[in-house]
């Protein structure tokens, strides 16, 4: 098992212009959460999918959204990138019970510029 | 609003010196609280959690919800403890985490 696995590794993209992140969990796991990593900073919430849907939502805006197929590996979209997109996006997955630990990929790096 | 503090940046100690890292909380009830490492060159990972209260490579935390403070330590640190560390609060559903802003530990000869 691989483990969680994130496409692309790296991604430049001009500001105005849409990005589609992908991720696919750990072997068995349900659940997929996404989180936005700025340099210096530790990873923020964006949103959590389970049975395809989204469960629950940090603070970022409608630019943010998200997709969880029935093989349970997910989707970010990001629309109308700013400069301030620029981080590394992290996948997570987990069982639905949250009291199992998440596991993480290796990120994705959007740079906008 | 739930948030994790970790004041300290970066922590420099030396071989065999104690280690504390500091982790404090804002959250009504009672949580449960985590301390994720990354390795250099490595993915985010779990390292502990506090309703496990178990050791890991030698790391401990304890939960005081008086200080709300769940701060990691270990009395001798290991050149190979050198990571980031991050504390982390789960709100919402258990698997929502809200990360502190992370301390460098840096153990040097």
């Known amino acids: 098992d691989a483990g969680v696995t994130q496409s692309p590794t790296h991604l430049i993209k001009t500001r105005g212009q849409q990005v589609t992140l992908r991720c696919s969990p750990k072997?068995?796991?349900?659940?997929v959460s996404w989180y936005q990593q700025a340099l210096g900073q530790g990873p923020q919430f964006i949103f959590q999918?389970?049975?395809?849907?989204?469960?629950q939502r940090g603070n970022f805006p409608d630019r943010f959204s998200g997709h969880q197929f029935p093989n349970y590996s997910s989707e970010l979209n990001v629309n109308a990138l700013l400069l301030g997109d620029s981080a590394l996006y992290l996948c997570?997955?987990?069982?639905?019970?949250?009291?199992?630990?998440?596991?993480f990929g290796p990120g994705t790096r959007l740079t906008v510029t | 609003a739930q948030r994790v503090t970790q004041p300290e940046k970066l922590l420099s100690v030396f071989k065999g010196a104690p280690v504390e890292l500091k982790c404090n909380y804002s959250y009504s009830g009672s949580p449960e609280l985590f301390w994720y490492v990354q390795y250099s060159r490595q993915r985010l990972q779990l390292l502990l959690r506090?309703?496990s209260r178990e050791s890991i490579k030698g790391f401990t935390a304890d939960l005081n919800k008086g200080e709300t403070s769940f701060h990691l330590k270990k009395p001798f640190a290991q050149e190979e403890d050198s990571a980031m560390y991050y504390c982390?609060?789960?709100?919402?559903?258990?698997?929502?985490?809200?990360f502190g802003t992370g301390t460098r530990l840096q153990v040097t000869l």
């Open positions: 072997s068995g796991h349900d659940t």
């Open positions: 982390a609060l789960p709100g919402g559903t258990a698997s929502k985490l809200t």
């Open positions: 997570a997955s987990s069982y639905s019970d949250g009291l199992y630990e998440q596991y």
């Open positions: 999918y389970y049975e395809e849907e989204e469960r």
């Open positions: 506090h309703i």
